[in-house]
């Protein structure tokens, strides 16, 4: 069992930035990738960065460049570095943890969440 807990929302203006992170507890050993989506109000969850166990990355284009997803394995934690914020960057943040207890079970974890709004 996989639990995740986010942190780092906040209100934010338009150009600024925040971190958000991630921590897991329980079996992190089981996790073969890890990221976060987000969901805007009146709109559908969208993938926003992803990370894998191996350490390759990806972005949603409308994030490319101003994001970055990175890890301290010690704590861990995962983070979300948002830079050049914008108005439409405003969402519920969830983190998101996959991964393989035995062979053929797998699972995914979600975060309870964490709000962002970016003001003008």
């Known amino acids: 069992q996989v639990q995740l807990v986010e942190s780092g929302g906040g209100l934010v203006q338009a150009g600024g930035s925040l971190r958000l992170s991630c921590a897991a507890s329980g079996n992190t050993a089981s996790i073969n990738a890890i990221g976060w989506y987000r969901q805007a109000p009146g709109k559908q969850r969208e993938s926003v960065a992803g990370l894998s166990s191996g350490g390759s990355t990806n972005y949603a284009d409308s994030v490319k460049g101003r994001f970055t997803i990175s890890r301290d394995n010690a704590k861990n934690t995962v983070y979300l570095q948002m830079n050049s914020l914008k108005l439409e960057d405003t969402a519920v943040y969830y983190c998101?943890?996959?991964?393989?207890?035995?062979?053929?079970?797998?699972?995914?974890?979600w975060g309870q969440g964490t709000l962002v709004t970016v003001s003008s």
């Open positions: 998101n943890a996959q991964g393989m207890v035995v062979a053929g079970l797998t699972f995914t974890t």
